[in-house]
């Protein structure tokens, strides 16, 4: 050290320049550190009708965490969604996700839904707080996402890397003519693209993904069910709520719809959400599918 960079006798070193409102975060983070308060992150995964809506309600709130699932993500594209709803989701990922709801298909894909996670998993509000995940991710890549960072390869390891996919190419030989791009061999760490239907990212040459710590999970819950127990539980749920909108429609005084002339049974009250049986088919395929894949 010069004399023009050594303090001056009695004067203290300033380890936090720009002041508490600017450091913030650091603060925080070594409060909850000192204090052993580190927030939970719960990632709550399983089939279809396994109740992990159920168990992630009464984990947020006995423990004061933030509850997401798909649902309260597409919430903040809402024009009257509460500031902050979407974390730190820029307006091009929010009008992009908008513009994926309002499409042909009427859903989001799954690397937009991985964008607007990890936006909201980056606040400064859940980061603090602890989350419970009601059935996300749904896929290995979009878990590489939500939960993990790029950051530049040592030169140790980039020449590692290199080895491995020259090794690899070499023991192959010719028999990777012909075939399509991913059974070409990648980069260790490599993912999928954002765009593919994982929901991965990309990792930049040069690059290996690494675990945020600020945002990954501190606990898995996987749970499990027998399928005919899965289905029973469907079958009772809208058992439940048609007769829930049978009593809600008497207390408002509807009229009750006279019986068809053909004979037939009249149809009953549509119960919104997706607990019927279509759309269980269908999350259910997802979920073997996903489990299969990954």
Same mark, same amino acid.
């Given at each position: 050290a010069t004399a023009a960079t050594t303090p001056a006798a009695g004067y203290v070193a300033c380890h936090g320049e720009g002041g508490f409102v600017a450091r913030a975060a650091e603060v925080a983070a070594e409060w909850r550190v000192a204090r052993g308060v580190t927030p939970a992150r719960v990632v709550l995964l399983g089939p279809p009708m396994a109740g992990k809506s159920a168990l992630g309600a009464r984990l947020a709130h006995q423990y004061n965490l933030e509850l997401i699932s798909a649902p309260s993500?597409?919430?903040a594209l809402l024009p009257d969604a509460p500031p902050?709803?979407?974390?730190?989701?820029?307006?091009?990922?929010?009008?992009?996700?908008?513009a994926e709801l309002s499409g042909k298909e009427g859903r989001v894909s799954p690397a937009t839904m991985a964008a607007l996670l990890r936006a909201k998993l980056s606040s400064v509000h859940v980061r603090n707080r602890g989350y419970v995940l009601d059935g996300l991710p749904k896929t290995a890549g979009a878990a590489r996402r939500m939960f993990m960072r790029t950051e530049p390869m040592s030169a140790d390891e980039a020449a590692e890397a290199a080895a491995v996919v020259a090794a690899a190419a070499a023991a192959a030989g010719g028999k990777d003519k012909g075939?399509?791009?991913?059974d070409k061999p990648k980069p260790k760490g490599a993912t999928a693209g954002?765009?593919?239907?994982?929901?991965?990212?990309?990792?930049?040459? &040069? #690059?290996?993904?690494?675990? /945020?710590?600020?945002?990954?999970? +501190?606990?898995?819950?996987?749970?499990?069910?027998d399928p005919e127990d899965l289905k029973a539980r469907l079958v009772a749920l809208e058992s439940a709520g048609i007769e829930a909108a049978k009593r809600a429609a008497e207390a408002a005084g509807a009229p009750t719809a006279p019986p068809p002339k053909s004979g037939k049974a009249a149809a009953p009250p549509?119960?919104? &959400? #997706?607990?019927?049986?279509? /759309?269980?088919?269908?999350?259910? +395929?997802?979920?073997?599918?996903?489990r299969a894949d990954d």
């Open positions: 993500l597409l919430a902050g709803a979407a974390g730190n989701a820029s307006d091009e990922l929010l009008a992009a996700a908008a075939k399509g791009a991913k954002a765009g593919d239907d994982d929901g991965g990212q990309e990792v930049p040459p &040069g #690059h290996k993904l690494i675990a /945020d710590d600020g945002c990954a999970p +501190t606990h898995v819950l996987l749970l499990e069910a549509a119960v919104g &959400g #997706h607990n019927n049986e279509k /759309d269980f088919a269908r999350r259910s +395929t997802a979920w073997a599918k996903a």
